[in-house]
């Protein structure tokens, strides 16, 4: 059974260019979540996704930051005019459904640097 | 409200038992538990609910301190296996699914 896949693995793009980041969660997990890792920051929120509709984007750090989930599987997380503090690595989660008692399983994430 | 792990750091040798805590300001309703080894993702440990429920995959056991709003993991016997770095994450009654995870602990073990 395949795992939470992302891609690329990794990226190196200029300051001010935009970004895709792709997430292909465990077949049958409706919810998926996204993350950003800096070094010694731990797990920061991003967005998270119920089926396609995304019901908390608390976490987006700003309106560059957006992302869709189309077909209840595949989400993009796209960063227009990256700046240098976006790079990090960018962790996609999914579960069976989104709830208290339902474990996150995590892809090997994008790491992503800015320059 | 993001938990306070500690302590940062630990280091072991082989067969020695560790600790690690998880605490909140806030009531808390889940407490949930994830390894990550250098450079791979995040590996889920265990899910700890309020009325104590627990729900896990390894031979790890935890505790969850409703009053006292924390957690606590207990890594007996340590093997090499269990270095890394371990998260908590927390969630508050009546709040979103998303678990607010801590900065994590980095456990090193020696041989």
Redesign the interface.
């Known amino acids: 059974g395949a795992g939470v896949s992302q891609s690329p693995s990794n990226k190196v793009t200029e300051k001010g260019k935009d970004v895709e980041l792709r997430c292909d969660p465990i077949s049958g997990h409706t919810a998926l979540y996204w993350y950003r890792q800096s070094l010694g920051q731990g797990l920061e929120f991003l967005i998270y996704f119920q089926g396609n509709s995304a019901p908390d984007k608390s976490g987006l750090p700003s309106d560059r930051f957006s992302a869709e989930r189309t077909g209840g599987s595949v989400s993009t997380l796209t960063i227009q005019r990256t700046q240098q503090e976006d790079s990090a690595v960018y962790l996609c989660a999914s579960s069976l459904l989104a709830g208290v008692s339902y474990e996150q399983y995590f892809g090997p994430g994008t790491r992503l640097t800015v320059t | 409200q993001?938990p306070v792990q500690s302590p940062q750091a630990v280091i072991l040798r082989e067969g020695e038992d560790a600790v690690i805590n998880c605490s909140s300001s806030k009531a808390l309703?889940?407490v949930?538990w994830?390894r990550q080894k250098h450079g791979?993702?995040?590996?889920?440990l265990m899910?700890l609910?309020k009325g104590g429920?627990q729900?896990g995959h390894e031979k790890i056991s935890a505790s969850f301190n409703e009053k006292k709003q924390q957690s606590s993991l207990y890594l007996t016997a340590s093997q090499l296996s269990y270095s890394g770095t371990y998260?908590c994450?927390t969630?508050e009654p009546g709040g979103?699914?998303?678990p607010?995870?801590?900065?994590?602990t980095s456990l090193i073990v020696h041989p």
Do not use: C, N
């Open positions: 993001q309703y889940s949930h994830y791979e993702a995040p590996v889920f899910i609910l429920e729900k998260f994450g969630e979103s699914y998303i607010t995870f801590g900065r994590g």
